[in-house]
C-alpha cells in the first residue's frame, strides 16, 4: 500500500515538472521570436529578477500569513482565502518597490475611456 501511495506522489511531481518544462520551453521560444521580429532588448534584470524577487516576497508572505490565520481562526477556506488577497497586494506592492512596474503603468489601466 505504501509503494502505491509513493507512486501516486511520484506522479504527481512529474506531472508538475513536466508542466513547469513545458511553459519554460514556450516562454524561451516566445522570447526568442519576439527578440527577432521586434528587435527590441530585453533587460535580464526587468523580466526576470525583478519578478522573481516579487514572487519570492508573495510566497514568503502567504505562507506565514496562512500558517497563523488558519491557527487563529481554525478554517483553512477563510484563511486561504485572505492569504491569496494578502499574496496579491504584497506582489505587486514588491513589484512597484523594485520598479518591475511604474505608478503610470497602474494608473493607465485603472483610467481607460
Not at 53 to 82: D, E, K, P, Q, W
Request: proline share 1%; hydrophobic share 55%.
Amino acid at each position: 500500500m505504501k509503494n502505491k501511495s509513493f507512486l501516486n506522489g511520484a506522479f504527481i511531481l512529474a506531472a508538475a515538472i513536466g508542466t513547469i518544462t513545458g511553459y519554460l520551453i514556450a516562454l524561451l521560444l516566445n522570447y526568442k521570436d519576439i527578440k527577432k521580429y521586434t528587435k527590441i532588448k530585453f533587460k535580464v534584470n526587468d523580466i526576470f529578477i525583478k519578478p522573481i524577487v516579487s514572487v519570492i516576497g508573495m510566497s514568503l508572505a502567504v505562507f506565514y500569513i496562512f500558517n497563523y490565520l488558519s491557527g487563529v481562526l481554525n478554517s483553512n477556506t477563510i484563511a486561504t482565502l485572505i492569504s491569496i488577497l494578502a499574496g496579491a497586494i504584497v506582489y505587486g506592492t514588491i513589484l512597484l518597490c523594485v520598479g518591475g512596474i511604474k505608478i503610470k503603468d497602474v494608473l493607465m489601466i485603472f483610467n481607460r475611456k
